[in-house]
C-alpha cells in the first residue's frame, strides 16, 4: 500500500465542504482518464498525461516519491502527529483509496479510525466492489462517488458499475454523487450521462461542481453549471480549496 501525501485542511467539495479534515493520498488507481487532459512532468522527465492527481495514479513515472506502508501504525503515527482536534474528519483519497479495500492493513486502520469516533469519507470513483459483510466496517463510512464520466475517455462498462453503485449506496453510513462538470459539457448531452449514473440510485444526492484546476478555470464554470444545478434541481458545489489556494497542492 502506498501513501503519496497526507495534509490537514478544510474539505473544499461536495456534502461536507467547509469541514476541517484530514486528508490521506493514497498511491495507485484501476483509471488512467487521460480524457481529463492533465500533464505532470515526473523526475525521469517524461511529461504524463492523465487527470489533476496524475502524479498519485502513475506508479511507474511517480511511485519514487510514494511511501510505502507496512504497517498500520505508520498511518495512525500521522495522524497522532498532527495533534488535531478530537475525532477530526478523515478523507481518504487518490488515486483511488479503494484499491486497497481488501487490505488487512488498510481495513485494520480503517476500524480503528471509527473506533476512536472519526468519521471517514471516501473519494472514489465508484467502480471497485466493498465487501461490506466480510468487513463491516464500510458501513461506517462515507462515500463520495465521484463516478467517471466519458470525458475520461474510459470504457463505459469500466466506469460506470450499477452493481457497486447499488451495493455502496445501500450499505454505506451515507453516499453522494459528485461529478466535475465544465460549460461546454453542458451543451452536450451531459444529463443523459448523467441519468445513466445515478438511475442505480435515484436517491442519492447529486453535487455538481465546476471543472478546473485554477481558480480562473473555476470561476469560469461556475455560473453555467449553477443553471444547469437549478434547472436540473441537483446541488452545485464549490471548489473551496482551489478558490482559496488555487493550482497549489497538498492544501
Ligand atoms: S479515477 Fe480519479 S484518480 Fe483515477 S485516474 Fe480517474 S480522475 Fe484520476
Not at 483509471?31 to 498525461?49: I, N, P, T
Not at 463505459?156 to 461546454?184: C, H, M, P, Q, W
Request: charged share 25%.
Amino acid at each position: 500500500m502506498y501513501l503519496v501525501e497526507h495534509f490537514y485542511s478544510i474539505q473544499g467539495e461536495g456534502k461536507y465542504s467547509g469541514t476541517p479534515s484530514l486528508f490521506f493520498r493514497f498511491g495507485g488507481c484501476n483509471m488512467k482518464c487521460e480524457g481529463f487532459g492533465c500533464r505532470e512532468k515526473a523526475q525521469d522527465g517524461v511529461s504524463v498525461l492523465g487527470c489533476d492527481t496524475v502524479y498519485a495514479v502513475n506508479k511507474e513515472h511517480f511511485s519514487h516519491s510514494w511511501v510505502l506502508v507496512e504497517q498500520r501504525e505508520e498511518l495512525l503515527n500521522v495522524l497522532e502527529n498532527y495533534e488535531l482536534p478530537n475525532a477530526v474528519d478523515i478523507v481518504l483519497t487518490g488515486g483511488e483509496p479503494l484499491i486497497y479495500a481488501n487490505d488487512e492493513i488498510f481495513v485494520s486502520f480503517l476500524e480503528e479510525l471509527v473506533q476512536r469516533g472519526h468519521q471517514v469519507t471516501f473519494e472514489t470513483n465508484g467502480s471497485l466492489s466493498v465487501d461490506f459483510e466480510k468487513y463491516p466496517v464500510y458501513k461506517e463510512c462515507i462515500f463520495a462517488l465521484s463516478v467517471k464520466l466519458s470525458n475520461s475517455l474510459e470504457p463505459l462498462s469500466k466506469r460506470v458499475r450499477g452493481d457497486i453503485i447499488y451495493s455502496i449506496t445501500s450499505n454505506a453510513k451515507d453516499a453522494f454523487f459528485k461529478f466535475s462538470i465544465d460549460a461546454e459539457s453542458i451543451t452536450l448531452g451531459l444529463e443523459d450521462e448523467i441519468n445513466e449514473i445515478i438511475m442505480h440510485s435515484p436517491k442519492t444526492k447529486v453535487y455538481c461542481m465546476p471543472v478546473g484546476g485554477t481558480k480562473e478555470e473555476v470561476e469560469s464554470n461556475s455560473e453555467p453549471l449553477i443553471e444547469f444545478c437549478k434547472e436540473k434541481g441537483y446541488n452545485f458545489s464549490d471548489r473551496l480549496h482551489i478558490r482559496v489556494w488555487d493550482s497549489n497542492k497538498g492544501v
